[in-house]
């Protein structure tokens, strides 16, 4: 596996559901990202994590929870979440938080459908 | 306030010509850095190409050019040679050195290049 992944692809859950997105980087980072990207709406940040240590959450419902057991991997834990949190979720890495110009290495991202 | 504007919702273009994404972006911070990246209908951002605010010449990357106009606060994606694997949605980005783990996008360009 190279660059960064993300798992599932695709995932459609009811509001009652508790499922997780993975996120993988193999670039030897120590920043990682989830952004949500909603239709017709500019990328969000959601949070971010530097040597593991969350450093954002960009005032992020609670029914999203984070979690960065080691730089190489990011989780996102969805519960209770409402149809209007269906989006295309997104993660990425950069070599750190510091610097203007550590450009971020994106997933493909996981389409979430919330019925 | 938005930082990162790009008025463009959507461009056509014929195969082989030349074509300019805009972008322009609002801070007052001396120190920044402007970011282009690609986003397919497979959902992956790809990073294009990178202009820091100190740097002297405009940056180039194969065939893309950015065309950084400072005073104007504006950093305009350029495309030469156009292809048909181009179509996709085009993404201008800043970061500041004070949130410089954050990277602000606009709303973005639909590319569709004709043959």
């Known amino acids: 596996e190279t660059g960064v992944t993300q798992t599932p692809r695709h995932l459609v859950m009811g509001m009652t559901n508790k499922k997780s997105l993975k996120c993988e980087q193999h670039l030897g980072h120590n920043a990682m990202y989830w952004y949500k990207q909603s239709a017709k709406k500019p990328l969000e940040l959601m949070f971010v994590?530097?040597?593991?240590?969350?450093?954002e959450n960009n005032s992020v419902p609670s029914r999203f929870s984070p979690e960065c057991p080691n730089s190489s991997h990011l989780f996102l834990h969805l519960h209770t979440l409402q149809p209007e949190d269906s989006a295309l979720y997104l993660c990425?890495?950069?070599?750190?938080?510091?610097?203007?110009?550590?450009?971020?290495?994106f997933g493909p991202g996981t389409r979430l459908t919330v019925l | 306030a938005q930082k990162i504007t790009q008025t463009q919702p959507g461009m056509f273009v014929q195969e082989k010509e030349a074509v300019t994404l805009d972008c322009t972006y609002d801070?007052?911070?001396?120190?920044?850095?402007l970011f282009w990246y690609k986003q397919p209908s497979s959902g992956e951002m790809i990073f294009l190409i990178y202009q820091g605010s100190y740097d002297q010449q405009n940056a180039t990357e194969g065939r893309y050019s950015l065309n950084f106009q400072k005073a104007r606060k504006s950093a305009n994606l350029v495309i030469s040679a156009s292809q048909l694997g181009d179509s996709a949605m085009y993404f201008c980005a800043m970061k500041e050195p004070q949130g410089a783990q954050k990277l602000v996008f606009g709303q973005g360009t639909r590319l569709t290049i004709n043959p």
């Open positions: 990425a890495s950069s070599q750190d938080r510091q610097g203007i110009n550590n450009e971020q290495f």
């Open positions: 994590y530097n040597f593991k240590e969350q450093t």
């Open positions: 801070t007052s911070d001396p120190s920044y850095g």
